[in-house]
C-alpha cells in the first residue's frame, strides 16, 4: 500500500523548463546557423524528453507486511524489512539545493562501517528512516502522517518502541 507519493513543486519545474526551453533555442538556432538543423532538432528533441522523464519521476515510500518500499520512479527502489529498521522520524525538508532523484548524501561518519546517508529527493517535507545499515532521507507530501503510519504498521515488531 502506498502511503505517500512526493514530486518536484511547480516552481522547481519551472525553473528546469525555463533552463531547459532557453537550452534548446540556444542549440536550435545555433545548429539553423551551422547548416545542420535536423541533427539540431533531433537533439532538442532528445532534451525535451529526456527532462519530461525527469521531472516526471515520483518518490514513493509503501509498506507491505514485513518491509518499506523507497522508491524513485521509474528508475530506483529498495525493499527494508522491518527487522531491518531502527527509527523512522520526520527530517528536515529538503529543497533543490539538496539535489533530486536518489542522493549519495554522505559516507558516514561515527559507528557503523559503512553507514552512509542516501536519499531519494523531491524537495519538501522528509522523513529519515534509519536502517541497521542506513540512513535514509525520503521525500514525501506528508511527513508526519507517514510517520504515524509506519510506526502504527510496525508496532508488533520487535524493533518498534513505544515512546
Known sequence: MVISEA??????K??????????VIVLVVSALVSGILL???????????????????????????????LGRAPFYSIEVSNP?????????????SDGYGFRVMGKGKGKGKGKGTRGLLAGGPAV????????????????????????????????HEEP
Request: proline share 2%.
Open 39 to 69: 541533427p539540431g532538432l533531433l537533439v532538442a528533441a532528445g532534451i525535451v524528453a529526456f527532462t519530461w522523464v525527469i521531472v516526471q519521476m515520483t518518490v514513493s515510500i509503501a509498506i507491505a507486511e514485513e518491509k518499506i518500499v
Open 128 to 159: 529519515a528512516l534509519e536502517t541497521k545499515t542506513r540512513r535514509w532521507i525520503v521525500s514525501t507530501a506528508h511527513s508526519e502522517e507517514v510517520v504515524s503510519t509506519i510506526q502504527d504498521q510496525s508496532a508488533g515488531n520487535p524493533w
Open 14 to 23: 519551472g525553473l528546469i523548463w525555463g533552463i531547459v526551453g532557453a537550452s
Open 7 to 12: 514530486q518536484l513543486a511547480v516552481r522547481s
Open 84 to 96: 531491518d529498521v531502527l527509527a523512522v522520524t520526520m527530517a528536515e525538508n529538503t529543497s533543490l
